[in-house]
């Protein structure tokens, strides 16, 4: 791949970033979290038609070297994946890590050594891989907490009463996971940006078109939210765009 736009300005000339610790680094420091604020980003492959499924209903078909390079390290420094139950169980969401040259020391603002996998889901229905005794939260609508949290099987411990978007990032803060990585599905990210809580939004474009009916990146209300472009990443199999909300 090739660096040409970082943190909001085009380079004189482009750095390339190859799998490699050099380029693992460079990356890092592209996509680093803040260490002492809450900082929401979402990240999703899409195809150049605009698609975020494949021919089998998953994001499995639009994978590559360029996006599984990237998407490596940015897990590699979020506290928490914050998910929605269906898209966790069409993609089999069961643990989350991140690219293991960054693991130690750890590049997560809340200091972890892996990202927590938070779930949001109405009736409490998880992935069945799920292990109970992990470190999978289940974020759910407070009134329904208690039934969620005896289908899902988890501890009541680690199951969020929650009703806004403003209150999971609350309590995923109020447990130190600042650092929050939302990756789909496209109602999840609608229903984040709409509320005004979504800073980042990190766009994996994979060089191919699919066509067929797949849902948009972001499925919200009609709006006009206007985006910074601060870095982009070309490769032969994708390129990889990260955008912020104005100041």
């Known amino acids: 791949m090739h660096l040409l736009l970082r943190h909001g300005a085009v380079l004189p000339a482009s ?15 592209l996509y680093a979290l803040p260490r002492d604020a809450v900082r929401v980003r979402a990240m999703m492959n899409t195809t150049i038609d605009g698609a975020v499924v494949g021919a089998d209903g998953t994001s499995g078909p ?41 693991l130690t020391p750890s590049r997560r603002p809340g200091g972890g050594d892996r ?49 806004t978007p403003q209150q999971v990032i609350a309590l995923l803060a109020a447990r130190g996971l600042r650092g929050i990585q939302a990756e789909g599905g496209p109602s999840t990210l609608g229903w984040l940006l709409h509320a005004g809580v979504l800073d980042e939004l990190c766009l994996s474009t994979t060089h191919r078109t699919v066509g067929g009916d797949s849902p948009p990146v972001l499925r919200a209300p009609a709006h006009d939210q206007p985006w910074q472009l601060r870095s982009l990443l070309v490769g032969e199999h994708a390129s990889s765009s990260r955008y912020t909300r104005p100041a």
């Open 15 to 29: 750095l390339p970033v190859r799998d490699n610790a050099a380029g693992v680094q460079l990356l890092a420091e």
């Open 62 to 102: 639009l994978r590559n070297p360029d996006d599984s390079l990237v998407f490596s390290v940015l897990r590699a420094l979020a506290d928490v994946v914050l998910v929605g139950a269906q898209t966790a169980r069409a993609e089999d969401y069961t643990q989350v890590q991140g690219h293991a040259g960054l």
């Open 115 to 163: 990202p927590v996998l938070a779930i949001l889901s109405r009736s409490g229905e998880l992935p069945r891989g799920v292990d109970p005794d992990g470190t999978t939260l289940l974020i759910t609508p407070a009134a329904g907490a208690k039934d969620a949290a005896e289908r899902s099987g988890l501890p009541r411990e680690r199951v969020l009463g929650a009703d």
